[in-house]
């Protein structure tokens, strides 16, 4: 109880530094944009830092975090920012779920750790990897469950980093042709560029799915 009340403080603390010194100004797509223009590398780090603490608290926003990272940075240097916030993000949100609230995890989600845990018992890493390629699984439900298997923080994430890969890279390049978008109108949007991207992660998912479906060891995998 202790230890909850510790994570619950820390997390008022945080969100508390964030309004009281306006943080949110410095997430406007103009400010940002300004910023990694002068100053790449430090506006970079501040916002993988940001990503890290939205993934590592179980937060809601990794997925527009994500879009933002590619319409403001780009697509290559957003996804190695996006990669590695995440993925360390995760699996610190995956040490926390296994040292703080494992009572709260295994109730309000027996029933997915009870298939987790057979998962994992019967295909190892592989079944954390072919859950990452899913989008649709909630990326912090993904974390707070796999706390309470066996699986190895070092494995969890080298395999989180691989398997949301994809993913981030669809997401990053959707928010960069987003971009580069001048002018907010019918004809910029709808550009081939911008559909084919949000396509792309529209599709994603069902794509996966089909993969996992056609493949045995993934199929394996995912009735499990």
Known sequence: MKKRLLLIMGIAVVV???I????????ALDSLTAW???EPLQAGLAFAFLYFIVASLSLPGAGPLSLVAGAVFGLWYGVLIVSFASSLGATIGMLISRSLLQEWVQKRFASALEKVNKGVEKDGALYLFSMRLIPPI????INL??????????????VSQLGMLPATMI???AGASLGRVEN????EIFQPEIILSFAALIAFPFVVKLIMNKTKIFNQSSDA
């Not at 009281?20 to 997430?27: A, E, I, M, P, V």
């Not at 469950?145 to 080298?158: D, E, H, S």
């Not at 907010?184 to 004809?187: D, K, R």
């Open 16 to 18: 508390s530094i964030f």
């Open 20 to 27: 009281g010194f306006d943080l949110k100004q410095y997430l």
């Open 36 to 38: 990694v223009a002068e």
């Open 138 to 141: 909630p990326f912090f439900v």
């Open 145 to 158: 469950v796999f706390g309470l298997t066996k699986i190895k923080a070092p494995t969890f994430y080298l």
């Open 171 to 173: 997401y990053v390049n």
């Open 184 to 187: 907010i109108s019918f004809f």
